[in-house]
């Protein structure tokens, strides 16, 4: 592993599960770890652990993003890795503060947001930069209704829902390697596998039957966050970073794309100026 002294990682997602576990392996290399949560108590545990500073956060508030990268951009000076982890899924449909479908905006509007907002400094670190987007294999069934992204048609179905927001990662995941073709800024995603996670902490059902006895025998054949947490950090350390820029990987593995719209550069260019005026950003 490389000596990560003197550089600044930033993770959402890392009151728990994955991000904590990479926020405890990026400190052991010895980065500076920004730790973003949501949960205050959780989320200052996971920062005092890896010796960093904990940054507060509600994705399903665009304006707290704005709030989130104002204070990452006045408190430090670089920024050399930027992990996109944060996510949820929900039983019901619900609305965020902005109006959008809360899962869209969770998993997608918001890094997507925030990624932005931050690329100049990312751009600007000395030995380049990386943004890593959490994935999950869910997107292989998945179809993304630019028309729909809000999910207003129909009935609301979870797993649908969430997996066409995971296409959304790997879309924009592509479109970002282009538009940094070029610099020192390279991008991936990648599925950590079937991890113990709190991704359903939202999803009440889904919650109470993972914290039942039959879901707490099941969670023992789940990979641990450490594991989970294993490609973030091989994507973060790999010595080619542009041998995987707009590359998505299963667990350790690059995997081309198992579903049509996922490579369908029109769809990513379309998506990505459609996010753009869903989060006033400058296209």
Do not use: C
Not at 118 to 138: E, F, K, M, V, Y
Not at 213 to 221: F, S
Not at 258 to 277: K, V
Request: aromatic share 6%.
């Amino acid at each position: 592993m490389p000596d990560f002294r003197g550089k600044v990682v930033v993770i959402t997602g890392a009151s728990a599960g994955i991000g904590a576990a990479a926020a405890s392996r990026f400190a052991e290399l010895g980065a500076t770890v920004a730790v973003v949560g949501r949960s205050p108590e959780k989320t200052a545990a996971i920062a005092a652990r890896a010796g960093g500073r904990r940054h507060l956060v509600d994705y399903g508030s665009l304006d707290d993003v704005r709030r989130l990268a104002a204070d990452l951009l006045g408190t430090y000076e670089r920024i050399d890795v930027l992990a996109n982890n944060a996510g949820a899924m929900f039983a019901s449909r619900k609305v965020s503060a902005d109006g959008h479908e809360l899962t869209f905006q969770v998993n997608h509007l918001a890094p997507f947001l925030l990624t932005n907002l931050l690329l100049d400094r990312l751009a600007a670190a000395p030995d380049g930069a990386r943004i890593i987007n959490t994935g999950s294999a869910q997107y292989r069934k998945a179809h993304l209704d630019l028309d729909d992204l809000d999910s207003t048609r129909g009935r609301y179905r979870t797993m649908r829902v969430y997996g066409a927001s995971k296409l959304a990662t790997i879309l924009f995941t592509r479109e970002l390697a282009r538009r940094t073709q070029g610099t020192a800024v390279t991008t991936s995603a990648f599925h950590p596998g079937a991890v113990a996670t709190e991704v359903a902490r939202d999803n009440a059902w889904q919650w109470a039957l993972v914290n039942s006895p039959l879901g707490k025998a099941a969670k023992a054949a789940l990979l641990t966050p450490e594991q989970g947490a294993e490609p973030l950090l091989r994507l973060a350390t790999i010595a080619d970073p542009h041998s995987a820029n707009g590359v998505y990987f299963h667990r350790l593995t690059r995997e081309d794309p198992r579903n049509e719209q996922a490579t369908d550069p029109d769809l990513a260019q379309r998506l990505w100026q459609r996010s753009a005026d869903l989060t006033s950003t400058a296209d």
